[in-house]
DNA sequence: GGCGTAAGACTTTTT
DNA sequence: GTCTTACGCC
């Protein structure tokens, strides 16, 4: 029996499959049976008698790829461990540390995250005395990321610099690429234009690739880049068999470079391109897939097409107005609760929002209901300090012209070094022309400062030590706890017997576990570099193990290619999504648009979206208004609700607290911010409209506060930020829609 | 050199 | 509200 008749497909699905002749676009909208023609191809050509080893396959996240590998598996009855599956970035790590020799590099070079990078930036402004003010390193990062995106190196650009900031941003370039050469690290635009690098200067090389792989695959083609798309066409050129798979409406990082003519110019680039469409969703409710429709429909650039479903209408679509995000929390927990009972399962649901900063208030009332949940993103495992500090040791084991590991825990646990040490040491490894470690341990301790040597002679003695026990090949659980033994790391933690400290003591007991079920039941082959590479390497979702009873949050981004029973679409309110950072291009507010048409696919029979009045940011309330995305969808294709609810009981509740609060106030006449009541009260007719006017000097009431006079005005409008002088004496800034002039709290009362 | 406090920045999204 | 950085004191 032949792989086509395994797996369900339909007509245009199948023809997809078996059409082989030449590059192939397949557009597949949200929900059209992407992964599964996808699968179905990589199966269908090994049946056609290529091997794996042939077969380059690009996946957006590692988790993907690996549940590709296996469906392959399935499908063919054959294992596929040859075949080049996963995501663009570690492929292209793995062809690198292969073959980097021949752009400078060791096979063992580290990759730097975005907090490397911009510790490595720091230095690098530091060493060409540019002031952080004049160029804030996070922006030269910025900017140095999108040339990389393009395949643009420094030189490229020495032309074109006109302003006196251009061409100090292609010194900082310069040197920022150096330094990354100097201790052998790539940051993650490095691992792909690098790529496109090697493949320019070194054809034998590029040769070589291009006749191993046979047949290039593409999934999530929207979401490339510029190096990414050099490189396939690099690779592919000679043979054209590149069989690629997305959508234009759901490409969401074009602010990391990705360029959705990638996709719609596709045509023009490959000659000879056969386009398939699919538009059969198999996921959604009619209603859902309407309401989808509707949205993304505004959009300018885009291809033509519209998703349909034969399934039934299924339930409504509602908007639910609330009145803040405290609201919007608890009435979407109390709905959680209510689907659990009616049988949903926790991980059946999601809550979907536009920044991580939105998933604070759904932690908190999810933790006091005891409702289990999993946070997707966010500060990662990998992110935290502890583990950082412990994985800075590895690296530098593994690479030790790592400089920015090595400032990272040259004095962690303490060890008397600071800065002026740093400055002694790095001016020995100058005159060497070695890194900091490599200068430790092979320099004349004697040309270190006295008072140094004993904390400098610790670090060597541990790292001395460590490339022991490397060398007699111990497994790397091994080497990690004689890192954790030798370099008092673990000492430190245990000795300062804190709620915190325990915390971290846990989390690297994680780690610790993690590497020793990475290593004996995963790769027991393999090393501590690429336990390494594997960690910066992970997507948010590849940690992501999907649990029955956990509900589910995470950006919007993050969601991309899941789906999910039911789900929240939380937060939606202009300046959110759209972002207020993207207002003033449509183009960025098409991307937010399909941002989020993307949150709206991912639900399969229900959908729930809000949007709230006020949302606090900063320790401020900030008033808000339905995104003007809700706005353009016809009100007949969804269930409008105004949950908002000023009037009824946690109105009154609060009311009560505040009035508490308040007494409590004047009694300690200091503003504590304990003591300062979290939520105001707030009436529907205690808000000044737009209309009112205020002005210095004024006498304004405050529900909580009471009478005061305005003594200063910041902002306007809605945003409009008033200091005023109370009459206990307190000075405090305030919201101009929670003011109301004196007079109208008279007629009030 | 280490530690504490205070002021300031920060939030879009991530490999 | 939280995290990072700067500065002053020990």
Known sequence: MSIIDKIVLNPVQREAVLYDDGPQLVFAGAGTGKTRVLT???????EQGLYPAEIFAATFTNKAAREMRSRVEALTSLPVEGMWIGTFHSMCARILRREGTHIGYLPSFTIYDTADQLSLMKKVLKSLQIDDRSMPPRQALGKISSYKNSCTPPEKLENEARSFYDQELIRVYKAYQKALRDQQAMDFDDLLANTVYLFERAPAVLERYRHAFKHVLVDEYQDTNTAQFLFLKLLSQNHGRVFVVGDDDQSIYGWRGAQIENILSFEREFPGTKVFTLEQNYRSTKVILDFANAAIKENQTRAPKKLWTSRDSGDEVTVNRFRDDRQEGDAVAERIEELQRKGVKGGDMAILFRTNAQSRVFEEVLRRRKIPYILIGGISFYERAEIKDCLAYLRLLVNPKDNVSFERIFNLPSRGLGEKAYENLAELAGKRN??????????????????????????????????DCEKQHEPPPQIFNEMLKLSGYMDMLTGEDTEESAGRIENINELANALTIWTEEQHPDKGL??????????????????KDEAVNMMTLHCAKGLEFRCVFLVGLEDGIIPSRQNFDDEKKVEEERRLLYVGITRAMQRLECSHVDYRWRFGDLIPGYPSRFLQSIPQELYTFRDRSNYFGTPAAEEKKKAKKER???????????????????????????????????????????????????????????????????????????????????????
Do not use: C
């Open 40 to 46: 179905a191809k990589i199966a269908w050509l090994i």
């Open 434 to 467: 070695e890194s900091l470690l490599e200068a430790l341990l092979t320099g004349d301790p004697a040309a270190l400062a006295p008072r140094y040597q004993q904390g400098f002679s610790e670090v060597r003695d541990i790292f001395a030590l460590l490339a």
């Open 529 to 546: 570099a690429d336990f390494l590479e594997e960690v910066t390497l992970a997507t948010d979702v590849d940690a992501w193990d999907q």
């Open 663 to 749: 007494a409590g106030l004047r009694q300690a006449s200091l503003l504590t911010p304990s003591a300062r009541p979290r939520t105001p009260v707030y009436d529907r007719d205690d808000f000044s409209q737009e209309t009112v006017e205020f002005r210095m000097g004024q006498f304004v009431t405050h529900r909580i506060y009471g009478r005061g006079r305005i003594v200063s005005i910041s902002g306007f409008g809605e945003d409009m930020k008033l200091s005023v002088l109370f009459n206990d004496g307190s000075r405090k800034k305030l919201m101009a829609p929670y003011i109301r002039t004196a007079l109208s709290y008279t007629t009030n009362k």
